[in-house]
């Protein structure tokens, strides 16, 4: 039971380009999120899904794009990216049973440099 | 908007004295009231949670306390060692799909 893993660690980029960053759970969470930490900022919600097909925008979905097609699956891209999204991305999942609030698990992170 | 607000953003003490970290929030639908630890580097991870219908939880040298009257909760650490230096963020949620982080305390256990 790997928890929450995403690929890759670590990247590098150049502004314009594009990527995707994988997030995985095997855990048969219904809800899954991603944020982007800055220093100073906390975690700030960036697209979320409650199940596979749905997404939704989160505090600051600009530059992004998500997709949930598979429940295990959720995937982050950057279409062109922008200094401004260097940052540490965090995806997490939770359960997500109905009427029950629980807790988020976190993935390791993954840390963005555009130059 | 929801809201949590955290104070203080930094705190000092020394190996074996407590810390104290506030937060308040604005929802009060909120009902679940995790805390994580996130070690430099490292994934922020849950280290005690409360929720709306206990005033009060207490796990070995970690407490959380609620007040719901003041929308108010805080996490207590006592006999604090240098492993415990790390940001803490506090959350609410309110059952539905989004949780509210505070901004993050960072602390330092000085040895």
Same mark, same amino acid.
């Given at each position: %039971?790997?928890?929450?893993?995403?690929?890759?660690?670590?990247?590098?980029? *150049?502004?314009?380009?594009?990527?995707?960053? $994988?997030?995985?759970? !095997?855990?048969?969470?219904?809800?899954?999120?991603?944020?982007?930490? !800055?220093p100073g900022m906390g975690?700030?919600?960036?697209?979320?899904?409650?199940?596979?097909?749905?997404?939704?925008?989160?505090?600051?979905? !600009?530059?992004?794009?998500?997709?949930?097609?598979? *429940?295990? %699956?959720? $995937?982050?891209?950057?279409?062109?990216?922008?200094?401004?999204?260097?940052?540490?991305?965090?995806?997490?999942?939770?359960?997500?049973?109905?009427?029950?609030?629980?807790?988020?698990?976190?993935?390791?992170?993954?840390?963005?440099?555009?130059? | 908007?929801?809201?949590?607000e955290q104070h203080p953003s930094t705190l000092s003490v020394q190996e074996g004295d407590s810390a104290v970290i506030k937060c308040?929030?604005?929802?009060?639908?909120? %009902?679940?009231?995790?805390w994580y630890k996130q070690e430099l580097g490292k994934?922020p991870?849950?280290i005690?949670?409360?929720?709306?219908?206990?005033?009060?939880?207490?796990?070995?040298r970690i407490a959380v306390? $609620?007040?719901?009257?003041? *929308?108010? =909760?805080s996490l207590h650490i006592t006999e604090t060692q240098p492993e415990d230096s790390a940001v803490y963020f506090c959350?609410?949620?309110?059952?539905?799909?989004?949780?509210? =982080?505070g901004a993050g305390t960072r602390l330092f256990v000085k040895a």
């Open positions: %039971n790997a928890g929450v893993t995403q690929t890759p660690k670590f990247r590098v980029l *150049k502004t314009g380009q594009s990527m995707t960053l $994988l997030c995985a759970q !095997d855990m048969n969470h219904e809800y899954m999120y991603w944020y982007r930490q !800055d975690l700030r919600l960036i697209h979320y899904s409650v199940g596979e097909g749905t997404t939704a925008k989160g505090e600051v979905p !600009d530059g992004y794009n998500v997709s949930r097609l598979k *429940k295990q %699956n959720f $995937l982050l891209g950057l279409e062109s990216a922008a200094p401004s999204q260097t940052s540490v991305y965090f995806c997490a999942s939770r359960l997500g049973l109905a009427g029950i609030t629980d807790t988020q698990y976190f993935g390791p992170g993954t840390r963005l440099t555009v130059l | 908007g929801e809201n949590v308040t929030y604005s929802d009060s639908a909120s %009902n679940y009231f995790p994934r991870q849950l005690i949670d409360i929720r709306s219908n206990v005033g009060e939880k207490k796990d070995q306390t $609620l007040n719901k009257t003041a *929308k108010h =909760f959350a609410a949620s309110t059952g539905g799909f989004k949780t509210i =982080f």
